[in-house]
Structure formats: structure tokens, C-alpha cells
């Protein structure tokens, strides 16, 4: 084999090889933002104060806050107003749920509104990442992030990927947030004190 053809064929597939990496990864985080969805609807169901978060449309308005992926905030967004059956998809004991993607550099506009949850969709600046905590705790309203390191860094919820994928809670975060969480969820999350 001639020396161009045999760079041609390497080239060829080093980029499959680069391309499947890439749909593994992606495939990976899609079933964490999955799971992450479903803990987080748990999450807020678990939350003893949900009523005092219905906004003046009487609606629990959840956020999606992204740094880049859009696309991806919008689809998690719509993929959380369809998780259960129905009649419960689009709702948390009974009362409405309005998912709205937002930008990290539209947070401020988008903060002045009543919120019940906020999903971390990528992982943010640290700047930002402490705006939102910052908000949440001042407004008793739960944050998740899927990522690792968010959760030490004080987002009051995340995942524990082990044998097992359970919540995992930051217990100073929730005290300071004074949000009153169930128990029971408590009981079966990893917790984290720092």
C-alpha cells in the first residue's frame, strides 16, 4: 500500500474513531440529564413548601439555565413537562409547571420572577454558578446540576453516580436555602457536609 493511501486510511479512521468517542460521550450525558430530570421533579415533590413557589399565573415556574447548549436546555426543558403519566405529566401535586430555558447571561431578568427550581444544563462559569446559589438560598428555592463538583461547591442538589444513582444533597446548602425537604428523600441521598 502506497504511503498517501495508508495516511488517507489512518486519517479515515482515527476520525470514526473520534467520531464514536464523541456519540459515546454524548450518549453518556444524555441518560445522566435523564436521570438528573427525574430526581430533580422528585426533588421539588419532596419540597414541604412547594405552595409558597406558584407564581401570580399559578404556575411553579422551573428554570433551565444554560452557559452554551441551548438546544439542550430547550429539549430537557420540554422532556421534564412530559415525565409521568398522564395526568400527572406537567405537574407537581397538582399544580402546574411552566419549564423555561434561560441563559446564564440572562439570569438577572429572568431571577426577578417567582421561581420553584432551577436545572444547572452545563456546567457554568464559577461566577455564575454563585449567582444562582446566591439567588436560590435568598429565595428558598432548590438548584441541580448534574456535574460534578457543583454540589461541593454549594448547589444544594445533584447526583451520586456509584453502583447505584441516587440525589445527592448538600446539607449546608439546604439549611441555608432553609428549604424543608422530606425526610424520606433525605434519607435515601447521599449528603454531603461540608
Request: glycine share 6%.
Amino acid at each position: 500500500m502506497k504511503a498517501g493511501k495508508r495516511y488517507w486510511l489512518t486519517f479515515l479512521l482515527l476520525s470514526l474513531l473520534a467520531v464514536n468517542q464523541l456519540w459515546a460521550f454524548d450518549q453518556k450525558q444524555q441518560r445522566i440529564n435523564s436521570i438528573g430530570l427525574k430526581l430533580f421533579r422528585s426533588l421539588l415533590a419532596s419540597d414541604l413548601d412547594i405552595d409558597a413557589k406558584i407564581g401570580a399565573d399559578r404556575q411553579l415556574s422551573i428554570l433551565f439555565i444554560y452557559a452554551r447548549e441551548q438546544a439542550m436546555a430547550k429539549q430537557l426543558a420540554d422532556d421534564f413537562l412530559k415525565i409521568g403519566k398522564q395526568p400527572k405529566q406537567g405537574k407537581i401535586h397538582q399544580i402546574p409547571v411552566s419549564a423555561t430555558a434561560v441563559s446564564a447571561s440572562d439570569l438577572e431578568m429572568a431571577l426577578q420572577q417567582r421561581i420553584a427550581g432551577v436545572f444547572i444544563v452545563d456546567q457554568m462559569t464559577e461566577r455564575q454558578l454563585v449567582k444562582v446559589i446566591d439567588y436560590a438560598r435568598s429565595k428558598r428555592i432548590v438548584v441541580f446540576s448534574p456535574y460534578p463538583g457543583d454540589v461541593q461547591a454549594g448547589v444544594a442538589a445533584g447526583l451520586d453516580i456509584g453502583v447505584k444513582v441516587r440525589p445527592f444533597l448538600n446539607m449546608s446548602a439546604l439549611q441555608a436555602s432553609g428549604l424543608n425537604i422530606k425526610k424520606l428523600f433525605i434519607k435515601v441521598s447521599k449528603r454531603y457536609e461540608d
